[in-house]
């Protein structure tokens, strides 16, 4: 059945008719065109409400938006519409996740299944990792905030079975290979000057090694002509890699996945970090990166004490993708290190 803007003000009359907890809600503004919505963005934004916005399509698909830019949802199904309507509702009330599971549960326990698992659907939910999350590659993301210990920090993994090396990527970025063939550390780097580099050379440097299946290379500025040699860099057989930027300065923190040579990132492009809030799903429902909105759900229901959402964020990204970072060996100096050559 095609939707139109009759069959989802009666749909939503009879869902909201049958719940107790939705009686006083009531459809979101629909819009026809994207001036419609442009006009509705305008006036939520002065009024600094963050609702929701229905974009209905001439082919009957129904885009939901929070603001004018990020579209939240495009679905067809109607009983996708209602749920995700209902969804919003309940969460604007506030609470926990929980609890927001729990409300959506009365009112239909599929529903409450869904929310718990972050997707398009009740299924796929992800299991509770039961640790401690900071232990894992969160423990990074409260000092990367302030581009400690990088501005980026990028992440490359090849085929099962295959490994990317890890001194020669550096080398290919442009590592000393001097300092790489003598196994250099980051505390050969600071010796002397208290743990931190002198003058500022950090932005000189590397850090570089392995962990989780992944190869990871952190730096700030990356040097002239690095990986030039693109047959090298094509025969270290990387297949994945995931790279976070952070500007501070502007506020800007970016997510860039790579996998088989194309960004993953459901036509976004680069993704800011700053999207996500949480209890929304940062990625749109049902797109290529919806592994990512379950294990955000499932970071925000395991650990609530996490008041941070960039440690929840990092946490997902470790439950869902692998990333690590070996937290001691770069407290204790331990990491592979270099300048950049010359």
């Known amino acids: 059945m095609e939707i139109t803007q009759r069959t989802l003000t009666e749909a939503w009359q009879r869902t909201a008719a049958r719940h107790a907890l939705l009686e006083q809600v009531a459809l979101p503004p629909v819009a026809s065109s994207k001036d419609e919505l442009k006009e509705w963005a305008a006036r939520a934004e002065r009024a600094q409400d963050g609702g929701l916005c229905l974009l209905l399509d001439e082919d009957g698909t129904v885009r939901g938006h929070h603001g004018l830019h990020l579209e939240a949802f495009a679905t067809r199904d109607l009983e996708q519409v209602m749920y995700l309507i209902a969804e919003a509702a309940i969460r604007r009330r506030g609470g926990s996740q929980e609890e927001t599971a729990d409300a959506l549960d009365r009112i239909d326990p599929e529903w409450g299944g869904r929310f718990r698992g972050g997707g398009s659907d009740d299924t796929g939910t992800v299991e509770a990792c039961g640790r401690d999350p900071l232990e894992g590659f969160a423990w990074v993301a409260e000092s990367w905030r302030e581009q400690d210990p990088y501005t980026t920090l990028a992440f490359f993994r ?141 970071a925000e229901l395991d650990h609530p004490e996490l008041t941070d959402t960039f440690e929840l964020y990092f946490h997902a990204l470790e439950e869902s993708l692998g990333l690590r970072l070996p937290r001691r060996d770069f407290a204790e100096g331990e990491v592979r290190a270099a300048y950049w050559a010359g």
């Open 158 to 298: 090849a085929a099962p079975g295959r490994t990317v090396d890890a001194e020669r990527l550096a080398l290919l970025y442009g590592a000393d290979p001097a300092q790489v063939a003598a196994g250099t550390r980051l505390r050969d780097l600071q010796a002397g000057n208290g743990g931190e580099f002198y003058g500022g050379r950090e932005w000189e440097s590397c850090c570089f090694g392995q962990a989780g299946g992944w190869t990871f290379l952190l730096h700030h500025d990356t040097p002239p002509g690095a990986f030039a040699d693109k047959e090298a860099y094509a025969a270290l057989g990387i297949e994945e890699s995931v790279w976070l930027s952070a500007t501070s300065a502007k506020a800007i923190y970016t997510f860039d996945y790579i996998r088989n040579g194309r960004r993953v990132d459901d036509d976004r492009g680069v993704l800011e970090l700053i999207w996500y809030e949480r209890g929304h799903a940062p990625y749109p429902r049902g797109g290529e990166l919806e592994f990512l909105n379950r294990a955000v759900r499932r």
